[in-house]
């Protein structure tokens, strides 16, 4: 095992230990094949599954194998989807049995830290759903809940805005300039901490070995 596969694997562990007491569920996969692989494990036939907006269940391929599967997915990466669809998925993935997305940002004390420009992805996170499964590298995971949002604000929203073509200031200068992002541009408009869940194990974070998404 070489150094850095070390260090994900400890620092997993002590994550996992930290959300099973707050109420959240944990497991650690070697690397994404592995990964997709639970994540399927956890989604029975029929169940009608959404998807928040995440470049890590993209570059797994997780979403290629659910394609495969017999449920009935809200497919918001479909070739040829329109905006107004993608609009209907995300309002209909608020009522789906399984959501399945990515966190921005995870601290080792267990606390999941998002920010949304919509604000659909957090609100499954926080109500409502069945099963919440979430799937992040060990990139995302950080010391503090203000390392969580300096990560954000700092690294992942300077690359999404250039994904989604958002000029805001960060667009530009790679690191945020929050006192002069306002909308139509700017992405991050909620910001949710994920201190516990009420209902045990309905939110399950899969970490994995890797470094993946922003």
């Known amino acids: 095992m070489d150094a850095k596969a070390k260090i994900y694997r400890e620092k997993a562990e002590k994550v996992i230990e930290n959300l099973k007491k707050r109420n959240m569920n944990g497991i650690y996969c070697e690397n994404r094949k592995q990964?997709?692989?639970?994540?399927?494990?956890?989604?029975?036939?029929?169940?009608l599954v959404g998807l928040g907006g995440s470049e890590t269940i993209l570059e797994t391929g997780l979403v290629d194998?659910?394609?495969?599967?017999?449920i009935r997915l809200l497919?918001?990466?479909?070739?040829?989807?329109?905006?107004?669809?993608?609009?209907?998925?995300?309002?209909?993935?608020?009522?789906?049995d399984v959501y399945i997305a990515s966190s921005n940002a995870i601290?080792?004390?267990?606390?999941?830290?998002?920010?949304?420009?919509?604000?659909?992805?957090?609100a499954a996170m926080i109500f409502g759903r069945k099963k919440v499964v979430l799937m992040a590298g060990m990139n995302k995971v950080v010391r503090t809940v203000e390392d969580a949002i300096?990560?954000?604000k700092n690294h992942a929203a300077p690359l999404n805005t250039v994904r989604v073509k958002k000029e805001t200031p960060c667009y530009h200068l790679g690191y945020c300039n929050d006192p002069?992002?306002?909308?139509?541009?700017?992405?991050?408009?909620?910001?949710?901490?994920?201190?516990?869940?009420?209902v045990p194990g309905r939110v399950t974070v899969v970490l994995v070995g890797e470094d993946l998404g922003y």
């Open 35 to 47: 990964a997709v692989e639970e994540i399927l494990k956890m989604i029975p036939d029929n169940a």
């Open 65 to 70: 194998a659910l394609r495969k599967r017999n």
């Open 75 to 96: 497919d918001r990466y479909k070739e040829g989807v329109s905006k107004e669809e993608v609009d209907a998925m995300r309002r209909e993935g608020l009522l789906s």
């Open 150 to 152: 300096s990560r954000i």
């Open 107 to 122: 601290t080792v004390d267990g606390k999941l830290v998002n920010m949304d420009g919509t604000g659909n992805r957090v």
């Open 180 to 198: 002069h992002c306002f909308p139509p541009n700017r992405i991050c408009s909620q910001l949710v901490i994920l201190e516990s869940s009420m």
